[in-house]
């Protein structure tokens, strides 16, 4: 286990922002990271938790604890049965599980971070999403000082979130069980629109998985949503604000400002969510209230490729990013009556 001081926190982070940590100890097996977390514990020392640094906006000042880096590493593959390490990098574990002739995750590709927060999130895209695949997570209780393995049923999985995003200081995740599908190297049904559309196919064919995944990272990169150094569109946390989900009363008074501002005919992005509830899109309400791709002069920007990605264009601070978040969320409310939810975690601060 290795141990630093006064430890930079921003290269561990895709925003690369962010203040150092009073400590930080880099864990490379489930042992290491029950031992660090009940250090933690015991001395009373805030806890701060890392894995890809994907989901983390963290503070200017940094962070005045311990901060704990999963560097797990491990594929387990019986037939279908799929077991991977929190540390494990995600977007490579997808690539071995199309490799290995499996269906079930493969247009999750190219999400940044590693795999133990895939539960947290309840990670989807292009119509998939983890919780369609998830069996069980392996995870240290902080409560009870045990590890436990909760079901899927326990994990209560809904639109990115999950019990250990109700309970953010109880679960540390040690491991996540999926069950994939054999399909003869065929991918799941299709079920994103645009997914279909670039693969020439309808909703709900098979594609080999192998073309399934190359296609969404092209999406994908298309977007600004794959890490690449080079480019400042992907110094970023991916979508930054949630699609809003809205009862029916309040999805009336959306659509209500909506044709006021934009013209009668105006029809938003609409998606069922459940009984009496609506989910819209964030993207659209970004760019509809005026903030377009690249809005911005300063250091933090929206993506020029993606509205919903805020991005740092290599001279950022965390309150310059937290400043631009800020503009998006009042400016949208302003034009349409709808409050975004910011996406990533943030530590010592807030939106």
């Known amino acids: 286990m ?35 977390v009940r250090a933690a514990d015991e ?3 805030p806890l701060l938790v890392i894995g890809g640094g994907s989901n983390l906006v963290i503070g200017d000042r940094g962070f005045e604890g311990t901060a704990l880096r ?10 279908t049965r799929l077991e991977l390490a929190a540390g494990e990098n995600w977007s490579d574990a997808v690539a071995r599980s199309v490799e290995a002739g499996l269906a079930g995750i493969e247009c999750l590709a190219g999400i940044p971070g590693s795999a133990g927060a895939t539960p947290i999130q309840n990670v989807g895209a292009y119509g998939q999403e983890v919780c369609d695949t998830i069996t069980e997570v392996v995870a240290y209780d902080r409560t009870t000082g045990e590890t436990v393995t909760l079901t899927a049923a326990e994990c209560a999985f809904r639109y990115r ?9 109880r679960y540390v995740v040690l491991r996540v069980r999926f069950a994939l599908e054999d399909a003869g190297g065929l991918s799941a049904p299709i079920k994103y629109p645009e997914t279909a559309r670039a693969l020439g196919v309808e909703a709900g064919d098979r594609v080999p998985a192998a073309r399934a ?20 569109d992907t110094w970023s946390a991916g979508s930054f604000f949630h699609n809003p989900i809205l009862s029916d009363e309040a999805y009336a008074a959306f659509l209500a400002r909506v044709r006021d501002r934009l013209g009668a005919g105006t029809a938003p992005p609409a998606y069922p969510a459940g009984e009496g509830r609506t989910k819209t899109s964030a993207a659209w309400l970004i760019d509809k209230a005026g903030f377009t791709k690249g809005y911005g002069t300063g250091p933090a920007r929206i993506s020029t490729k993606h509205t919903l990605a805020l991005t740092n264009r290599g001279q950022a601070t965390t309150e310059d990013l937290l400043a631009l ?20 975690v943030t530590v010592g601060v807030s939106i």
């Open 70 to 79: 999963i560097a797990t590493t491990g594929f387990h593959l019986d037939g």
């Open 213 to 232: 995944r190359e296609t969404v990272l092209r999406l994908r990169a298309g977007k600004g949503m794959v890490l690449d150094p080079a480019d400042h």
């Open 2 to 36: 290795q141990e630093l001081h006064d430890a930079p926190l921003a290269p561990l982070t895709t925003f690369r922002l962010g203040g150092p940590a009073t400590r930080l100890v880099t864990a490379t097996t489930d042992a290491e990271v029950v031992e660090a």
């Open 161 to 169: 979130n999950s019990t250990f995003k109700d309970q953010p200081d």
């Open 325 to 344: 978040a800020r503009e998006v969320v009042a400016g949208v409310h302003a034009a349409f009556g709808v409050t975004l939810v910011n996406e990533p």
């Open 43 to 45: 001395s009373g020392t």
